[in-house]
């Protein structure tokens, strides 16, 4: 798979192009707007990976000014940036997905995969769908866009958060170690002390009050999203 890598963190792009390669894929990494341009209509890469703040044209005039030159590659929008109305505009401005930062690579390179099949085979969406909401206590879970709404209102979470509670969905009824969520909440960041966690878990089980979920601690096996009764 080849992939043009628009981000403009170094540290960032450094990490990412290291993994994905490491995966098995041809990744070319550009910092700003007009570079990412430039080699996207050189190269017709498989698909792209797009931040939305970049310097020069930021990633929605890239992508806006992209599908107006008749390049149809698939876009993976990949951004702090994630509020729902940062998602909207991105799929209305011509991406095919959103990824919230912080991410979890194994996410990132399914759906990479999801969108290069989807591509390049037209009736690939004629498959049967899993549905794309769950409704857990008062919450109710988008997977297609990852935003979580509490009586029909979107919650405001912080990133930190938001990746938190998709790690702890992505496995209902089951504990997830603590080590497991420090890797999804706090990706390639070194920096960040492994209790870090302790403190977005409870910030989080503060704003679940009265949703009818529990963040609950099992002490030994991690931690465990469940309903009240």
Do not use: C
């Amino acid at each position: 798979m080849q992939l043009l890598l628009v981000e403009d963190d170094p540290t960032m792009q450094a990490t990412l192009h290291r993994a994905l390669t490491r995966r098995g894929m041809e990744v070319t990494a550009v910092g700003d707007g007009r570079a990412a341009l430039s080699q996207w209509a050189a190269r017709q890469p498989d698909a792209v990976i797009l931040d939305l703040t970049l310097p020069g044209l930021d990633g929605l005039q890239v992508l806006q000014q992209a599908r107006t030159r008749g390049l149809r590659t698939p876009v993976l929008i990949l951004t702090a940036r994630g509020t729902v109305g940062d998602r909207v505009m991105g799929l209305n401005a011509g991406a095919d997905d959103y990824l919230p930062k912080p991410f979890d690579l194994d996410e990132l390179e399914a759906r990479l995969r999801a969108l290069v099949r989807r591509s390049a085979d037209p009736n690939a969406n004629a498959a049967p769908l899993a549905p794309s909401n769950v409704q857990i206590g008062a919450i109710r879970y988008d997977k297609s866009s990852g935003a979580l709404y509490l009586n029909g209102e979107v919650m405001e979470l912080t990133p930190r958060e938001l990746a938190l509670m998709h790690a702890l969905l992505a496995q209902p009824g089951h504990a997830v170690t603590k080590e497991r969520l420090y890797e999804l909440v706090f990706p390639g960041q070194l920096d960040v002390q492994y209790e870090a966690i302790e403190v977005v878990v409870y910030r989080l089980r503060k704003k679940l009050t009265g949703t009818g979920l529990t963040l609950m601690t099992l002490r030994g096996l991690g931690y465990l999203l469940r309903t009240d009764t």
